[in-house]
């Protein structure tokens, strides 16, 4: 007995030891990532100054917010990386190379995301936003403990403050519970905070997702070569040429008074279509094949993606009505390699991978293109390092609300794991049922408004009548008149 005792507590220590050599490999991985992002768009002069004080102080702050990235990455890559460790179970479930795949690993993943979650964003961020605007209490010795002594007492305070909030929340709202758990900041304060957190970020995803899955299109659009319908290619070109050279004779020959009172309307002319005849020859040098089939694709793909999504949200909203486990909530052991997470098997489950990661990535393009946090968007090299704070905190968390966004939602049945599952607002139907109905409502009327000015964009401009010298807007011309005209036109 005693062997088989020493056995298993040998195996256990092998498999945490495992587990967390994994877990560190990840995270190096992740944090080497996050630096050469921050790296490309962090404003050099305030790392490179004669004050050295303050070079030590934005390089730590750099490091805090590099880590804080790497931890949303994760928070991120959470839901994937589960939801094919169980395929992969499925497919080889006796390969010894996959032992090291097990519901213990990705548990212990969840569980180290939650802490670094809470840790970077009750602490580490407020700490280097302080860090980075102090400057040592009045008659202390300068330097960078002094600035560290300041940031502290700043914390503290904040922390306090953000306390006593949350414990007059909780009090409001759970009298009893909050009067037994004063000094159970552990266990019942910092995750009521994180659940309020949480609940804050998966509100800012039920309105940046669906702005920012119409605003696809447009930035998918702008990065590929968009073909014209009823377009001569040579033509526009050869008339661009001659317009050119036209302003340019018009630049150099500045003799007369009508020109030099004109030069600056002229220049502005020339300088536009010097930049529309140079799209052109870019177009012109792309191959006919993804000139004319490259741009469609990806709208369809888009399309179909931002489809499947919605139909995914509306059957979750008629399982909710008749199925009790449609809810979501939290479970303690994963069981890996059981059973798919999809009906469709290793296809649907790689498909809501995709629908994911696409959610994500549609969310962060919404988030930055509202009006609200606009000045937020990062520029390469010319980011200064509150910005990146701000970044940084607000990626965060939206990407630690993914999870319990796509089961909320229904794009999983993956349950949340550790205190992932522990929200309270998680198990109310009513906020669940409501929530699914807005993102599918406010979805669908995003990708309707969007598809269906997009059409009248594109006929506008094949039948020329972006040309005319009045504003053509969706107001002044009907769908039916542009149909109209086109069908005629075609005749």
């Known amino acids: 007995m005693e062997t088989e005792d020493v056995t298993v507590r040998e195996q256990l220590f092998h498999d945490r030891v495992r587990e967390t050599i994994i877990c560190v490999l990840l995270f190096i991985c992740l944090y080497i990532l996050s630096h050469f992002i921050l790296t490309h768009f962090k404003k050099n002069a305030e790392f490179v100054t ?25 928070a991120v890559l959470l839901l994937p990386i ?44 407020p700490f280097a936003y302080f ?11 300068k330097g960078v403990m002094a600035r560290v002594y300041e940031t502290a007492v700043m914390l503290l305070l904040l922390s306090l403050l953000v306390l006593g909030i949350v414990w007059v929340a909780s009090a409001l709202l759970h009298h009893n519970t ?3 758990s004063l000094y159970d900041l552990w266990e019942y304060y910092l995750p009521y905070l994180y659940s309020g957190i949480s609940l804050f970020g998966v509100l800012l995803l039920l309105l940046c997702t669906p702005f920012g899955l119409s605003r696809m299109f447009s930035v998918t659009g702008s990065l590929l070569v968009k073909p014209r319908l009823l377009e001569n290619l040579e033509e526009t070109m050869n008339c661009t040429v001659f317009e050119e050279a036209s302003l340019s004779r018009k630049l150099k020959s500045n003799n007369t008074c009508w020109i030099s009172a004109n030069m600056e309307a002229i220049n ?12 052109l020859e870019l177009r012109k040098r792309v191959s006919p094949w993804q000139r004319n089939l490259g741009y469609p694709v990806a709208m369809l793909m888009l399309l179909a993606l931002t489809a499947v999504c919605v139909l995914m949200v509306c059957f979750h909203v008629l399982e909710l009505l008749f199925d009790e486990s449609a809810m979501p909530r939290g479970m303690e052991d994963p069981n890996l390699g059981l059973a798919s997470f999809s009906m469709f098997g290793s296809l649907g489950a790689a498909v809501q991978v995709v629908i994911i990661l696409y959610l994500m990535v549609s969310s962060v393009v919404g988030f930055y293109s509202s009006p609200l946090f606009t000045g937020l968007l990062p520029r390469a090299q010319d980011t200064t390092l509150t910005q990146i704070i701000g970044n940084c905190v607000s990626l965060l968390i939206l990407s630690s609300a ?27 139907f009513h906020i669940v049922f409501l929530y699914n109905m807005l993102f599918a409502g406010l979805t669908s009327a995003c990708l309707i408004n969007t598809v269906t000015w997009a059409l009248q964009r594109e006929l506008i401009r094949a039948l020329g009548l972006h040309r005319l010298p009045l504003t053509v807007s969706r107001s002044t011309i009907p769908l039916k008149l542009l149909l109209a005209n086109g069908l005629s036109k075609i005749h």
Request: some cysteine.
């Open 402 to 428: 993914l999870p319990v966004f796509s089961r909320t939602l229904g794009i999983t049945r993956f349950d949340l794991l550790g205190d992932f599952g522990r929200y309270n607002w998680l198990g109310s």
């Open 268 to 279: 502005k002319e020339f300088l536009s279509v010097k930049s529309k005849r140079i799209a």
């Open 50 to 74: 004669d004050d050295i004080e303050d070079a030590t102080v934005n390089k730590i702050a750099l490091w805090l917010c590099t880590f804080t990235l790497s931890v949303a990455v994760c």
């Open 178 to 180: 909050a009067r037994e």
């Open 82 to 125: 589960s939801i094919l460790s169980n395929e992969v179970l499925l497919t080889f479930p006796h390969s010894y190379y996959m032992q090291w795949l097990n519901g213990s690993l990705i548990r212990g993943l969840w569980n180290l995301v939650f802490l670094f979650s809470n840790l970077s964003l009750v602490f580490l961020m």
């Open 131 to 141: 860090f980075t605007e102090s400057e040592g209490f009045a008659g202390s010795k």
